[in-house]
């Protein structure tokens, strides 16, 4: 589905990545690991077009691209459910989940019955205001958001990030059963380890805009991918 080599994105005058290679492949989970500050969200940004790459090579469905918008890369099927969950407070569920009709054919503009059996308490809650959710409905509800566009790939940024433990579970249900669909390609950051082991099947590791370790998890330990990361922590700790 993802084919991205050599990768670099510079902010101003920092470089922010430093030759990043990532495959996505349907029926799968890339985990995108590192602590705080080493470039995952601006690689998930330069992936849902959000932010120009400096350099490197993209392929999506086969398909070389070149410079394209976070709108393109929406109509291509592409999928981002942003860090901070990013849905507008006034609007109700409803018209939440109906911001992501932009980017489909007329035709296929409706709430499928899956989206309320995935998130239950979004159909309870249907004419509720996104900004009276708590934050893990909220959370539930940006993943949605993003399923109602019919992704080939769905990116995921910190999806459990200050969410009560019940909730992370029914999210990396979710998530499972979206990978075991076999028809989509998902792109994970995460730093909640367990979550992030229990899902995964591909990993990468960066630490200040490199990767540092990568592979299948077939090809991985996870002691030793929990003392890499749990290392650079100790280490940025120490300053």
Known sequence: MLNAT????HYGGSQILHGIDIAARPGAVTCVMGNNGVGKTSLMNLLAGRHPRSGGQISFGGRELGRVTAQQMARLGVGYVPQGRAIFPMLTVRENLQTGFACLPRTERRIPDEIFDSFPVLAEMAHRRGGDLSGGQQ?????ARALITRPRMLLLDEPTEGIQP?????I??????????????IILVEQYFDFAWDLGD?????ERGRAVMQGPKSTLRRVDLHARLAGHAEAEARG
């Open 6 to 9: 050599n990768l670099t994105l």
């Open 172 to 185: 990396g249900r979710v998530i499972s059963d979206l990978r075991d669909r076999g028809d989509m390609a």
């Open 166 to 170: 019940n909730i992370i579970t029914q």
């Open 202 to 206: 591909e990993f990468l590791v960066l």
């Open 139 to 143: 959370q539930q509800l940006a993943i």
